[in-house]
């Protein structure tokens, strides 16, 4: 599979809406992908509760480069992703009590975005087909949030 690239913009402002976990239920199933050379897969569960589980692996060579292990949970503001990453042997890359945290922004059907807390990154949850899943990075450049497409999933059967 070739990696992708697009481009897109959006406004720079922070909307202000509140959503819920149905807004990201699409996330829901098996993906893979490739990524640098080697493969990426992710799972998310279903909502459940107040919270959705997942992780991303990242192969290369046959042999694990990174993890990243997320929690989508429900709060007052809408849902909020914290997502820690470990090299192999589940050695964490952030502090022991610390975590990224991205705060849900908006959705529109198959897609939601959400702003890393220190507004330093923006990232878009997308599924644009049945079978593909997308997930953007965004860049704040002249005042408008410049998004690329990080990773590139097809579901597994």
Request: hydrophobic letters at 40%; glycine letters at 8%; one cysteine or more.
């Given at each position: 599979?070739?990696?992708?690239?697009?481009?897109?913009?959006?406004?720079?402002?922070?909307?202000?809406?509140?959503?819920?976990?149905?807004?990201?239920?699409?996330?829901?199933?098996?993906?893979?992908?490739?990524?640098?050379?080697?493969?990426?897969?992710?799972?998310?569960?279903?909502?459940?509760?107040?919270?959705?589980?997942?992780?991303?692996?990242?192969?290369?060579?046959?042999?694990a480069?990174?993890?990243?292990?997320?929690?989508?949970?429900?709060?007052?503001?809408?849902?909020?992703?914290?997502?820690?990453?470990?090299?192999?042997?589940?050695?964490?890359?952030?502090?022991?009590?610390?975590?990224?945290?991205?705060?849900?922004i908006?959705?529109?059907?198959?897609?939601?975005?959400?702003?890393?807390?220190?507004?330093?990154?923006?990232?878009?949850?997308?599924?644009?087909?049945?079978?593909?899943?997308?997930?953007?990075?965004?860049?704040?450049?002249?005042?408008?949030?410049?998004f690329?497409?990080?990773?590139?999933?097809?579901?597994?059967?």
């Amino acid at each position: 599979m070739v990696f992708a690239l697009t481009c897109f913009s959006v406004n720079a402002q922070t909307p202000t809406t509140t959503g819920s976990l149905k807004d990201i239920n699409f996330l829901d199933g098996r993906w893979k992908g490739n990524y640098n050379g080697g493969t990426i897969e992710a799972s998310w569960t279903a909502p459940e509760g107040d919270n959705i589980v997942g992780f991303i692996r990242m192969v290369k060579d046959g042999k694990a480069t990174l993890y990243e292990l997320f929690a989508f949970e429900q709060t007052e503001k809408g849902p909020v992703a914290h997502v820690k990453h470990f090299k192999p042997g589940m050695i964490s890359l952030e502090e022991k009590e610390v975590s990224d945290t991205y705060n849900f922004i908006e959705a529109k059907k198959n897609q939601a975005l959400f702003e890393k807390d220190d507004i330093s990154v923006r990232i878009i949850y997308e599924r644009r087909t049945q079978n593909q899943l997308v997930i953007r990075r965004g860049k704040l450049e002249n005042n408008k949030w410049e998004f690329m497409d990080l990773f590139v999933f097809n579901r597994i059967p």
